[in-house]
């Protein structure tokens, strides 16, 4: 019970003239909390600080009950408090967090960012910011040698450090073996042979002389001779991080740094993994983890993909996985099962947790190998161990030749097999189903030896079954050649799933003497078709890779309901069909230009404007199409309007990155404006304008400070240029029939200090139609 503690407690207790609490010192990567000392505001109820304090005092941190200079995080809900105050007040090194940010660190197993928690403005409790990818922050444990083979981004090893008079280089009386299987010869084994003997360090031929073992792979008996004796043993990866850096560290505190699995991790062979959200060295330090777990890693998504690990929620391809039944995870789950050996399960919410406004990326490359898991593999694994259980199987299995001992079965034999600890015989490793042994012990292995035969079934079935429907209804895409179809057989009742094998069968008869033609194999595994309402054949396509096409709103207006494919699901191409007024539109489907509400308020966003063909055109080939092939065209209105329908377009696409064609202005709306008022006020709003419902009160107008400069500069903008929205101006969009309130708004507004405009809804339905504010005012004003 020595506590071990790392070298800062040193120089603090030189500093201090005093021990230091070990416990904060302690250099245990699990003890995340270790430099953390935690007080409590008053507002705090007793048994969450109870509970807090419990987890970071398990996590090597510790609790001061008094405000002092060690604390480093008070704990509250605003900065109102006594304790807030006082570390205000005495210019204390210390942060104000709320609770979450233990409980989130907790619930991960890792220390994070406390930026989202900090006081006075936490950005977990700002709705609007959920929906924003939050910021990166670098994590401290990755470096520019994070990939699985460093000879793929570099030919030469890192320079060497210059060290100053009396600094001792990391390879200094170090005898350092270099084995075969890096694949290092010539110059690049003389470079650095030559670094290391410029460092005062030696390269050995012999692992029992060497200190440190530089191998690649952890299937070699010069690698179980180190490993078993604790030497130091790394990759090429640990070897060019100790030259850059001149600084000495174990070569289990990073995962690419100790040698690789010959053949993996069991469990990942079949994984195919892509990763969504990390960025620069922590994207490429999980693509070489990837690789070298034995799972095989793809750059873009698509339904074949196993698992997708995200730093956060906020992306397509996580909407996408969801859809697609991917499991969803994030990198710490590919961390630890490497670390360990073996494949973690995903039922853990460790790995399927991410706390809001964090980006997982800053945790990337902290887990270290284990140990214990690393042990277990020595002893399963080491060649020495392999042949010790040969002898012991020869020797259990030879009839005994003294006397005393003359029947296979004697008491000897029992006796002699207690004198090692048990441990899983090796036919029963090696899949030698001849030399396993009957009984219990063999059954269990054979049990075993069938469960993983299996696995691949039972991951796929277990995949399957997570589907809507289930297994067999519907379980399957309509697009998978193995699905069962259950359609009714015209008997009034769904086949049975004998009739459908039977029929399945038949089908594969037919086309046997076809079945070595590329063409006919492409035949049948093409989309199977739904019958719809209107007896249209709609195919379900294969989802899109949606970094190629991303997801997009697409609004449709001035179509009979009867000419959309309904039942079409248009989630399977990324295609979210809205109906809102408010929401931002990508693609619209129109057949002409109209002056719907629909219209008006989609045509801000700018998007592209094109005819049902276009739906239809995918419906057809299975497939997502470009919107941009299939535009609308509008003679007759651009003839009416003498202007080409792009030339909107493109006024909408200025406007929109302006702030929107009513920027700026302040509009009051009557009660019998044309059509509805919730509508005439989305048609503003969505334009980037203030509506208002008037009521006749002078209240509504607020008071405009006077300012002689600006009233002079904008009464000169406006005789420039006719400045429709300056700051003065106050529009009221009526009718004939509210009349009476034309004159309220207008006195109303002169006394605020404003200049009045009363307009007809005609005029706000063609400035928004055409997106344009030069259009002639005469006609459209009330008075």
Request: glycine share 6%.
């Amino acid at each position: 019970m020595i506590p071990v503690v790392t070298p800062r407690w040193i120089d603090h207790a030189i500093d201090k003239k005093k021990a230091p609490n070990p416990r904060t010192y302690c250099p245990d990567p699990q003890h995340y909390f270790h430099d953390v000392v935690v007080a409590f505001a008053d507002e705090i109820p007793l048994g969450d600080r109870d509970a807090i304090i419990g987890g970071i005092q398990a996590m090597g941190g510790q609790y001061s009950e008094p405000i002092t200079k060690l604390v480093t995080h008070i704990v509250a809900l605003t900065l109102d408090s006594r304790q807030c105050r006082v570390m205000q007040e005495k210019n204390l090194d210390a942060i104000a967090v709320l609770p979450h940010w233990f409980d989130h660190c907790l619930r991960l197993g890792r220390r994070i960012v406390e930026e989202p928690y900090r006081l006075p403005e936490p950005s977990i409790l700002i709705e609007q910011n959920m929906s924003i990818p939050p910021r990166v922050y670098r994590s401290t444990a990755l470096d520019e040698l994070n990939t699985m083979d460093p000879l793929e981004r570099m030919l030469e090893p890192p320079a060497a450090p210059q060290l100053e008079e009396k600094e001792e280089s990391v390879f200094k009386n170090k005898r350092i073996m270099l084995h075969q299987d890096l694949d290092v010869q010539g110059h690049l084994e003389q470079t650095l042979s030559q670094i290391i003997s410029d460092g005062g360090g030696a390269v050995v031929d012999n692992v029992d002389e060497a200190e440190w073992l530089i191998c690649h792979l952890r299937n070699t008996p010069e690698y179980f001779k180190a490993a078993r004796a604790g030497k130091d043993t790394g990759n090429l990866n640990w070897l060019y991080f100790l030259i850059s850096r001149n600084k000495y560290q174990c070569p289990m505190r990073r995962l690419l740094h100790y040698p690789y699995p010959e053949n993996g991790i069991e469990g990942f062979r079949n994984a195919k993994i892509t990763i969504s959200n990390y960025t620069g060295e922590a994207r490429v330090f999980l693509d070489s983890l990837v690789k070298a777990a034995g799972g095989s890693f793809t750059k873009n998504m698509t339904p074949d993909n196993t698992h997708l690990i995200t730093a956060h929620m906020a992306s397509e391809k996580c909407m996408a996985a969801k859809d697609w039944n991917i499991e969803l995870v994030n990198h710490l789950w590919l961390e630890e099962s490497y670390a360990k050996g073996k494949l973690q399960a995903l039922s853990n919410s460790r790995y399927s947790f991410f706390p809001p406004r964090t980006n997982m990326t800053e945790l990337v490359g902290q887990t270290p190998i284990d140990r214990v898991s690393l042990k277990i593999e020595l002893d399963q694994n080491d060649p020495a161990n392999a042949s010790e259980d040969e002898s012991d199987a020869r020797s259990s299995s030879m009839p005994a030749v003294n006397g005393d001992n003359g029947t296979p079965n004697g008491r000897a034999a029992a006796s002699g097999s207690s004198r090692r600890p048990a441990r899983t015989p090796l036919a029963a490793r090696l899949g030698n189903a001849e030399l396993i042994t009957p009984g219990s012990r063999g059954a269990k292995d054979r049990a075993i030896s069938k469960l993983h035969g299996m696995a691949t079934d039972i991951a796929a079935y277990e995949k399957e079954r997570k589907r809507v429907g289930g297994v067999v209804y519907g379980g399957r895409r309509l697009n998978d050649p193995e699905r069962v179809n259950v359609e009714s057989n015209g008997r009034g009742r769904k086949r049975s799933i004998d009739e459908a094998d039977e029929q399945q069968q038949d089908e594969l008869a037919e086309d046997a003497p076809e079945e070595s033609s590329p063409a006919t194999k492409k035949h049948r595994r093409a989309p199977k078709s739904k019958r719809t309402s209107n007896e249209t054949d709609v195919l379900l396509a294969p989802k899109p890779d949606p970094d190629e096409f991303p997801m997009i709103n697409v609004l449709i207006t001035g179509y009979k309901q009867e000419l959309i494919p309904s039942k079409f699901v248009w989630s399977d191409f990324n295609i979210n069909i809205v109906d809102s007024l408010s929401t931002k539109v990508d693609v619209l489907v129109v057949d002409r230009v109209l002056r719907t509400p629909k219209f008006l308020t989609s045509i801000v966003h700018a998007p592209v404007v094109v005819t049902i063909d276009w739906m239809l055109a995918m419906v057809a080939q299975h497939q997502r199409l470009s919107p941009e092939s299939f535009m609308v065209e509008d003679p007759d209105w651009e003839d009416t309007q003498n202007q080409k329908f792009s030339d909107v377009l493109a006024r909408a696409k200025r406007n929109r990155d302006n702030g929107g064609l009513l920027k700026g202005s302040r509009m009051y709306c009557t009660t019998n404006v044309r059509g509805k008022s919730d509508v005439i006020r989305a048609i503003i709003e969505a334009n980037g304008g203030e509506a208002i419902q008037w009521n006749g009160t002078k209240a509504q107008i607020p008071q405009r400070e006077e300012n002689a400069e600006e009233d002079q500069e904008e009464e000169d903008q406006e005789e420039e240029d006719d400045a429709l929205f300056g700051p003065r101006d106050l529009y009221l969009i009526s009718e004939e029939a509210d009349k009476p309130q034309w004159k309220k708004f207008i006195k109303h507004a002169k006394g605020q200090g404003y200049k009045p405009h009363v307009m007809k809804t005609e005029w706000l339905l063609t400035i928004a139609s055409l997106q344009d504010l030069n259009v002639p005012r005469e006609d459209h004003m009330c008075l």
